[in-house]
């Protein structure tokens, strides 16, 4: 029951007291710290290094292969449009064709350049 009166309570406060009594870790703790907080981040890096240059390398076969897929894709799109459009006007379909360069030989030219720009740098 003698924590009901207020007899024999010391001036400061609890948070006076803790803060008082707090002193500075040693300093080979915080070297040891020190020392392994350094060690985590070398090998974060090397792992961050690591995941940039595989996603470098997917982004470049990417930008290789775009230019290959929209020429299909167009092609294709081109291709089904067309004959629509002929059968719409009630023409034979072998009437509709036009002379002109293959989109293959176009996709090869897109790629042949690529390459090249890659190589002259």
């Not at 076969?61 to 894709?73: G, K, S, W």
């Not at 006007?89 to 293959?102: F, N, R, W, Y």
Request: proline residues 4%.
């Amino acid at each position: 029951m003698g924590w009901f009166i207020r007899e024999g309570r010391s001036e400061q406060s609890w948070v006076d007291q803790t803060l008082g009594s707090i002193s500075t870790p040693p300093i080979q703790l915080l070297a040891f710290f020190g020392l392994v907080i350094f060690l985590m981040s070398i090998s974060n890096h090397s792992e961050s290094k690591a995941q940039v240059e595989r996603e470098n390398t997917g982004l470049n076969l990417l930008l290789y292969l775009l230019p290959l897929v929209l020429v299909l894709v167009t092609y294709v799109t081109m291709r089904n449009r067309f004959s629509y459009a002929v059968q719409a006007a009630g023409l034979p379909v072998e009437s509709g064709k036009q002379d002109g360069c293959s989109p293959w030989g176009v996709a090869l030219i897109v790629v042949l350049v690529l390459v090249l720009v890659k190589y002259h740098s």
